[in-house]
T-cell receptor, first 113, second 111 residues
Framework: GAGVSQSPSNKVTEKGKDVELRCDPI?????LYWYRQSLGQGLEFLIY????????KSGLPSDRFSAERTGGSVSTLTIQRTQQEDSAVYLC???????????FGPGTRLTVL | QKEVEQNSGPLSVPEGAIASLNCTYS??????FFWYRQYSGKSPELIMS????GDKEDGRFTAQLNKASQYVSLLIRDSQPSDSATYLC???????????FGSGTQLTVLP
């Protein structure tokens, strides 16, 4: 079946602009995770959603970052007033349930000029 | 101490040899362990998951877990040039649902 999809694949923006990144999880997966991967920082957790429960936002680096998940499926990660240090690959993953195997999407490469 | 640590690379092995990748974790409560492979410019793809002490084999790959010593390893037998990639160890640290990743080990298999 179809895997996790993300869009756009690449995004170039100017410092101070807002960006939205989209993730469409594997059908039937109730858990959805956002991570980011940057040079020198490795792969770090941002936020996860599980069903209708309140999301775990403990990994969000600042209040400029937010995410929502509509209808228990598609998720959008929003970064307001982007900064150059936000440049990274943003990865979305989904799993059947919490602590189940996570499958990653292709990522969105964000470049902030 | 980092929550998940991997042996520093890069690691080079000749084609046909066994590649050994190691990972240690800090929280004894951790229950779920994963190895992902990441090719340059691509996203991580799952190689193995392991939850119980001992060995788990899948084709040329064997994951080994020792909870008492808090380490997990990945052996790749008959290494092929196509195995050249960065291997990421990932752990549900403690009771956390998100994965904590090691910094990765870059493996090069020389023809």
């Amino acid at each position: 079946g179809a895997g996790v999809s993300q869009s756009p694949s690449n995004k170039v923006t100017e410092k101070g602009k807002d960006v939205e990144l989209r993730c469409d999880p594997i059908s039937g997966h109730t858990a959805l995770y956002w991570y980011r991967q940057s040079l020198g920082q490795g792969l770090e957790f941002l936020i996860y959603f599980q069903g209708n429960s309140a999301p775990d936002k403990s990994g969000l680096p600042s209040d400029r970052f937010s995410a929502e998940r509509t209808g228990g499926s598609v998720s959008t990660l929003t970064i307001q007033r982007t900064q150059q240090e936000d440049s990274a690959v943003y990865l979305c993953a989904s799993s059947l349930g919490l602590a189940d195997t996570q499958y990653f999407g292709p990522g969105t490469r964000l470049t902030v000029l | 101490q980092k929550e998940v640590e991997q042996n520093s690379g890069p690691l080079s092995v000749p084609e046909g040899a066994i590649a050994s990748l190691n990972c240690t974790y800090s929280d004894r409560v951790s229950q779920s362990f994963f190895w992902y492979r990441q090719y340059s410019g691509k996203s991580p793809e799952l190689i193995m998951s392991i939850y119980s002490n001992g060995d788990k084999e899948d084709g040329r790959f064997t994951a080994q877990l020792n909870k008492a010593s808090q380490y997990v390893s990945l052996l790749i037998r008959d290494s092929q040039p196509s195995d050249s990639a960065t291997y990421l160890c990932a752990v549900n640290v403690g009771s956390a649902r998100q994965l904590t990743f090691g910094s990765g080990t870059q493996l090069t298999v020389l023809p």
